[in-house]
């Protein structure tokens, strides 16, 4: 304990703390929300996910020794998104994705710009890609993580991230050819 | 090679993962193999669309209106007003860590420009860096003087000025000694809306002298001599703000 501190009584934090947190964690914000977008498959739950992933993040800031703040912040979100998923869907089913409860908003002019068939089908697939691909596909992709911190994130293997990434993609792929529905993987479904 | 390790490593080699060894013997493999050709050009193919598309979505407002409000700290009264979030100018403050870091520094305009003054400034900025880090920024963390005054006491030989200024919006961390060229000097932490400001004391034989300011990279500096002690304020704030302080202090 250092001499003098006086926490707020909420999360045990001093001013310092928060300062520190607001300079090196809440500038991953947008990386935090994205993950929980994509994970969530749903804005509203998303915003409550990464919500408590930050409140989190914050209570566990004392912890925190340095070092690369994102991969520290978004290992948080995804464990957050995880109980929160395996809360709401305890027997593990899949839950497909629907159109009607998930409306989009928010769109940049820059995405309106884009042929709307190509956005609406990529986002389509990448919400049907199963969590463990899409997590390793969205930070590699939306994120530009390293396979590091992916696997900082994500608790795997360097190995395993290089290798789930690899499938990912090839799903995604088959998936967008015209005709070939979803999910039709081959190979084995392991891991 | 097994066909998964050979897909495996596609993605290795063009997420550009792969050691030089792997990278090369992958090259030598790519020359035969018109499938692993056809399949890296699929690849960038994906990734293209996926960029074009602008899937990545930033955080709402709401929701960093949320966050804001929670990370308020109570201690700082005033604070959340007109404060708005704005991440750029913590990406900015990261930057310009980032560069203050790499480029270095060795002009210090502010107290005359001379050699030694340079190095000094050069201290300061670098010890201002250094208070960023984790557990470095105060030795004593508290928002009232007199505990933080009194923490100064037999481990220096001066009582640097510690005033609690929250109502004016600067206010007080803490404490801490600093080593700058060899010396020990005592810092004085305050806030400034989300930004920290520390306070270089130690003192001098000089005469006084006005306040004198500088910046560089994004980072601003005040210095002043006064009543044989020499004190560096420096932050990312603004030099208003600095010169404010400064007023504070000297009152």
């Given at each position: 304990m250092r001499p003098g501190v006086k926490p707020d009584?909420?999360?045990?934090?001093?001013?310092?703390?928060?300062?520190?947190?607001?300079?090196?964690?809440?500038?991953?914000?947008?990386?935090?929300?994205?993950?929980?977008?994509?994970?969530?498959?749903?804005?509203?739950?998303?915003?409550?996910?990464t919500q408590e992933a930050m409140l989190r993040a914050l209570r566990f800031f004392r912890g925190y020794q340095g070092g690369d703040a994102r991969a520290w912040l978004l290992q948080i979100v995804r464990n957050t998104c995880r109980t929160r998923l395996g809360k709401s869907n305890p027997a593990g089913t899949t839950t497909e994705f629907d159109e009607d409860l998930h409306p989009q908003v928010d769109e940049t002019p820059e995405a309106l710009a884009?042929?709307?068939?190509?956005?609406?089908?990529?986002?389509?697939?990448?919400?049907?890609?199963?969590?463990?691909?899409?997590?390793?596909?969205?930070?590699?992709?939306?994120?530009?993580c390293s396979y590091k911190e992916i696997a900082t994130i994500t608790s795997l293997p360097m190995g395993t991230v290089m290798s789930t990434l690899a499938r990912a993609r090839e799903k995604l792929q088959r998936s967008l050819v015209p005709g070939s529905g979803l999910g039709a993987e081959h190979g084995g479904g392991r891991q | 090679m097994s066909c998964d390790r050979v897909t495996s490593t596609l993605h290795g080699y063009f997420d550009g993962e792969l050691d030089a060894a792997g990278a090369a013997e992958f090259e030598r493999h790519l020359q035969s193999c018109a499938h692993c050709t056809s399949a890296l050009e699929a690849t960038s193919v994906l990734r293209s669309s996926l960029q074009r598309s602008a899937l990545r979505e930033r955080a709402p407002d709401s929701l960093r209106r949320r966050i804001d409000a929670a990370l308020e700290?109570?201690?700082?009264?005033?604070?959340?007003?007109?404060?708005?979030?704005?991440?750029?100018?913590?990406?900015?403050?990261?930057?310009?860590?980032?560069?203050?870091?790499?480029?270095?520094?060795?002009?210090?305009?502010?107290?005359?420009?001379?050699?030694?003054?340079?190095?000094?400034?050069?201290?300061?900025?670098?010890?201002?860096l250094r208070s960023l880090q984790p557990g470095h920024l105060v030795d004593v963390v508290s928002s009232d003087q007199h505990t933080v005054k009194p923490?100064?006491?037999?481990?220096?030989?001066?009582?640097?000025?510690?005033?609690?200024?929250?109502?004016?919006?600067?206010?007080?961390?803490?404490?801490?000694?600093?080593?700058?060229?060899?010396r020990t000097v005592a810092v004085v932490?305050?806030?400034?809306?989300?930004?920290?400001?520390?306070?270089?004391?130690?003192?001098?034989?000089?005469?006084?002298?006005?306040?004198?300011?500088?910046?560089?990279?994004?980072?601003?500096?005040?210095g002043w001599r006064k009543g044989g002690m020499e004190v560096i304020a420096v932050s990312d704030?603004?030099?208003?703000?600095?010169?404010?302080?400064?007023?504070?202090?000297?009152?």
């Open positions: 009584g909420r999360d045990g934090l001093d001013a310092v703390d928060r300062i520190r947190f607001q300079q090196l964690v809440l500038p991953h914000l947008d990386a935090a929300f994205n993950l929980s977008r994509w994970l969530m498959r749903d804005r509203a739950e998303a915003e409550d996910a884009i042929a709307g068939d190509e956005r609406d089908r990529l986002m389509r697939a990448i919400e049907a890609l199963p969590a463990r691909f899409r997590e390793v596909l969205v930070l590699r992709e939306f994120e530009g | 700290a109570p201690a700082s009264p005033r604070a959340s007003v007109g404060a708005a979030t704005n991440a750029w100018r913590w990406l900015a403050l990261a930057a310009s860590f980032l560069l203050v870091v790499l480029i270095g520094w060795r002009q210090f305009e502010g107290l005359g420009g001379s050699r030694q003054a340079s190095a000094l400034a050069s201290s300061v900025v670098d010890a201002h923490w100064f006491d037999g481990k220096i030989t001066y009582a640097p000025t510690v005033r609690d200024l929250a109502t004016a919006g600067f206010p007080l961390l803490g404490g801490r000694l600093d080593v700058l060229q060899g932490v305050y806030a400034r809306r989300k930004h920290l400001i520390n306070v270089f004391v130690w003192p001098t034989r000089e005469r006084d002298s006005p306040p004198s300011p500088g910046s560089r990279l994004g980072y601003n500096w005040l704030v603004n030099a208003g703000d600095l010169e404010a302080l400064h007023q504070l202090l000297v009152k």
